[in-house]
């Protein structure tokens, strides 16, 4: 099945750390540029973060550039997102993405999400 | 300040008439719209992207109109497992970046 499975949320204080994963299955994963999208409780959608195919592009926006760290590995088929600083804005359902091949930014396919909260 | 908006912010409708859904922006956030569908507890799913295409497995009731800063998704004879939430998405060719709408909810009257 295709499929993104995320993991690695959790309860994590302010100013903590966290790394999410991302394990991709039946498709070829190191053909498509990957994003990190979240949701807060009761919320909107926000793009996180971007990485091209060949993690040669990187994208953040600014309300977590300098925090946030997008990386990939094509050979075992995972996304990963390294979060720094964690602030209480930031507890949301992260949910790993896969673009359209064509359209670098239309978000195909999307994981269960995985839940992040960040409170003392 | 560059502002998406979505309107309504929630539309009532009955099964099997027309929603018409507005995305605008107040400046150009990007060319290209994608819409997606969150039913409650559930991750968004594609429905269009690059302004008019569907995608894999979409139906042909769901279809889109508008150009510029306004775009409008349209779903013609609204079936049961269409009440979610949808959310807009405005973004250019490159960069891989997008910004979102904040969304319509479409429930039943």
């Known amino acids: 099945d295709v499929q993104l499975v995320e993991s690695g949320g959790g309860l994590v204080k302010p100013g903590g750390s966290l790394r999410l994963s991302c394990a991709a299955s039946g498709f070829t994963f190191s053909s498509f540029t990957m994003n990190w999208v979240r949701q807060a409780p009761g919320k909107g959608l926000e793009w996180v973060s971007s990485?091209?195919?060949?993690?040669?592009?990187?994208y953040y926006p600014d309300s977590v550039k300098g925090r946030f760290t997008i990386s990939r590995d094509n050979t075992n088929n995972s996304l990963y997102l390294q979060m720094n600083g964690l602030r209480a804005d930031d507890t949301a359902v992260y949910y790993c993405?896969?673009?359209?091949?064509?359209?670098?930014?239309?978000?195909?396919?999307w994981g269960q999400g995985t839940l992040v909260t960040v409170s003392a | 300040e560059k502002v998406m908006t979505q309107s309504p912010a929630t539309l009532s409708v009955s099964p099997g008439e027309r929603a018409t859904l507005s995305c605008g922006a107040s400046q150009s956030f990007g060319t290209k719209v994608a819409w997606y569908q969150q039913k409650p507890g559930q991750a968004p799913r594609l429905l269009i992207y690059g302004t008019s295409t569907r995608a894999t497995g979409i139906p042909t009731r769901f279809s889109v109109g508008g150009s510029g800063t306004e775009f409008t998704l349209i779903i013609n004879g609204l079936q049961s497992e269409d009440f979610a939430v949808y959310y807009c998405q405005r973004y250019s060719n490159w960069p891989p970046q997008g910004t979102f709408g904040p969304g319509t909810k479409v429930d039943m009257k």
């Open positions: 990485i091209s195919s060949d993690s040669t592009y990187i």
């Open positions: 993405t896969r673009a359209v091949l064509i359209e670098p930014s239309a978000m195909g396919l």
